[in-house]
């Protein structure tokens, strides 16, 4: 980076810069001057793996359901409403 550019990115608003869902490609390559609390209010900040969360939601839905529904608890099925 030449110094003109290096001069522009430290007179830079980086607070609200950090906000702004337009600059991200700029804070990806300057994580040091990131303000990490406008950065969380940022939408594009947050990149969601949905299947991720559906594979690990539904790991643990099936582990509950085979615990509560194990014959141990057999007596508490009737409180339960079955």
Not at 14 to 38: G, Q, R, T, Y
Not at 40 to 62: C, G, H, I, V, W
Request: charged fraction near 25%.
């Amino acid at each position: 980076m030449n110094f003109l550019a290096n001069e522009r990115l430290e007179q830079m608003n980086w607070f609200s810069l950090s906000a702004n869902p337009s600059a991200i490609h700029l804070l990806e390559s300057n994580l040091d001057k990131v303000c990490w609390v406008s950065l969380s209010e940022n939408p594009k900040a947050f990149r969601y793996d949905y299947e991720e969360m559906k594979a690990s939601r539904d790991a643990l839905a099936e582990a509950l359901m085979k615990e509560r529904f194990h014959p141990k608890h057999i007596t508490q099925f009737e409180s339960w409403g079955f």
